[in-house]
């Protein structure tokens, strides 16, 4: 091997440790008694393993219900995963193959959209779901994160990489359009589609803002803002926390792990040329 790139390697290598290091003592810390969490010296391997931590967090499950905030996320992630797919999909189909007047100044709103800085959009939101009455209900969890539009753009540049015989000889056999999307585009978009649910997924599973200022009820709350109320109350208990934080990183690691070239694959895609 040619010695830059065993100093590449050694440069990737020393960049993977610096990046994992905080998770692995992250756990490290979770399954620590507290004594030995303050101890001068840190160890890296603990002396004393034990899983008191994760037992006292379950005992506290009427002050701070982890694994109700967990099913929370794991429901509006999924109910959002399905929901931003389905609508990005028709309204992407829409602007790649679709023909109509007035297609690309709309498509040029839709993503001029994208510059608006989320928080201007905090209290028009606060207002509709007041007007609503949507407040402490999973309405207000999972409706405003129906769709998006980087979904939508994403989606659309890869569309317009279909070969566009496919949909002519679906017409010539007497395809309709919505047999088209479901029948071709669907299919052939799996890709494209699978690495914009993984990053609905992480959007949806990590949003904090939302679920701030639409839910006030304990039970209703999901991980992030549970954990950060959490954390509030027992900032000194380090193994407790860093337990509850492993609880809520765990799901994110695994979708990780199994769909990492997904991830990689959705990079380059977002810099389709349409």
Same mark, same amino acid.
């Not at 900032?235 to 690691?253: C, D, H, K, R, W």
């Given at each position: ?138 309405? @207000?969890?999972? /409706?405003?994160?129906?769709?998006? +539009?980087?979904?939508? =753009? !994403? $989606?659309? &540049? ?84 860093? @337990?509850?934080? /492993?609880?809520?990183?765990?799901? +994110?690691?695994?979708? =990780? !792990? $199994?769909? &990492? ?14």
């Amino acid at each position: 091997m040619r010695p830059h790139r065993i100093a590449l390697h050694l440069a990737l290598g020393m960049a993977a440790i610096l990046f994992a290091a905080p998770v692995a003592w992250m756990v490290v810390m979770s399954i620590q008694p507290e004594a030995d969490i303050f101890r001068p010296v840190p160890q890296w391997w603990p002396r004393h393993p034990t899983m008191e931590n994760y037992s006292a967090l379950l005992q506290r499950a009427e002050e701070a219900p982890v694994l109700r905030w967990l099913g929370n996320s794991a429901l509006v992630a999924a109910a959002g995963v399905t929901s931003y797919l389905t609508i990005a999909s028709m309204a992407a189909y829409a602007f790649a193959r679709l023909r109509f007047p007035g297609r690309n100044l709309l498509f040029g709103i839709v993503l001029a959209t994208l510059v608006v800085p989320g928080q201007v959009t905090i209290i028009p939101l606060f207002l509709i779901l007041q007007k609503l009455h949507w407040f402490n209900t999973y309405y @207000a969890l999972i /409706v405003p994160g129906l769709s998006g +539009v980087f979904g939508v =753009f !994403l $989606l659309r &540049q890869f569309f317009l990489t279909l070969p566009r015989e496919l949909e002519e000889a679906a017409v010539i056999d007497g395809c309709s359009h919505a047999s088209i999307y479901r029948r071709i585009i669907l299919p052939l978009g799996r890709p494209a589609m699978a690495t914009l649910a993984i990053f609905s997924f992480l959007g949806s599973w990590n949003d904090f803002m939302l679920p701030l200022i639409a839910v006030n009820d304990n039970d209703m709350r999901t991980l992030p803002v549970g954990l950060m109320i959490f954390l509030g109350r027992y900032s000194m208990q380090y193994g407790l926390v860093m @337990a509850a934080a /492993v609880v809520a990183t765990i799901p +994110v690691l695994v979708m =990780f !792990l $199994l769909f &990492q070239r997904h991830i990689v694959r959705g990079v380059a895609l977002s810099g389709l040329k349409g």
